[in-house]
Structure formats: C-alpha cells, structure tokens
C-alpha cells in the first residue's frame, strides 16, 4: 500500500490511499459522500440512497472480502470519494491477470479538480503493484465525465450494452472498458 499525495493549485491537499480500518469518523464521512454521489446518480447500484445502517454494513462489509480492496481519496483531510479493486474470485485462476475498478466516485464539492483522473491513475499504479496485468471498468453511458477519465487514460471501450441499468421507466445502456497494463 502506496499513499499518494496531490498538491493542488488552489492550496488544497489531497491524499489517496487504501482504506483498510475505519478510524475517527471516516465511516460517517465515507457514508455521507456515498449518499451524495448517489443522489446525483454518480454512484453504485443504488438509484436511492439506503438507510444509514445499510451504507454502514455496505462498506464495513467491503473491507471484509479479500478479493477487494478500498481506496479513498481525502480532500483536506476529508473524505471527498473511493474507488474499489476487485479481483475474480480466486476460483477463477483463468482470469487472474486481470482486476477490475468498482464504485469509483467523487463528491461534487471535490470535482474540478483533476481528482477522478488522479483517482485512476491510483487504480492503475495498485494494478500494477498487484502483478494485474488488465484493468476494467465499466459505467453508464450517460455519465460522460467517467466516459472522458477513461478515455483520457488510455483505456479502450472494448463493448457496449443497451440495457445496461434501468432508471425511471427506462434502459440506459453501458460502455465496458479495459487498460493492458502490460
């Protein structure tokens, strides 16, 4: 586990690094920026945000499961967004090489700030330091901010879906992405 530091233009510090015990009030900081990336429909699976107690249960189950690993990303000391690695389960010796990134999000009071793309890069450099040797993600087609991240770093959109989720009475289709790392 490698903490990156960013230094921002505007005197702001920010770290990233894997989040491996809840300390302090980082459960309660994590939970709220879920909440709000959810409502902005930024965020997971969720269309609504669950109860607090769920969220809770959510990520201390996260740092739980031995094929994931969580990362948060600090602005000012405080939680703004996280991104997981999740690898195959480790009955799927065929697809070891590769590592996926999950519920990557950041707060909209953080955004502007070339955090996202810090944020992949984060997930790319712990690939690698993994032995991974392939990084995908994949995201709504409507969430163009996540669609340019991706595309800026390098990554190919390798497939898309039509139905990918279905929000307010319709489908919204879904763009794969993947990084050779090698």
Known sequence: ????????????????DQLIAFEGDDLEQLCEVTIGAIKEGAGFNWLVPPAMSSLEAYWKGVL?????????VRLNGRIAGAFQLVRPPSHNEAGAFRIEVMTFFLGIWARGQGLSFKMMEKAEQEARL???RSLDVNMRANNMAAVAVCERQGFVRWGEKARYAFIGDEFIPGYYYAKDLD
């Not at 490698?2 to 230094?7: A, E, F, G, N, R």
């Open 1 to 16: 586990m490698t903490d990156t530091l960013i230094q921002l233009d505007n005197d702001s510090v920010a770290t990233i």
């Open 64 to 72: 739980l499961i031995p094929d994931r690993r969580l990362y948060v």
């Open 130 to 132: 993994m032995g991974c």
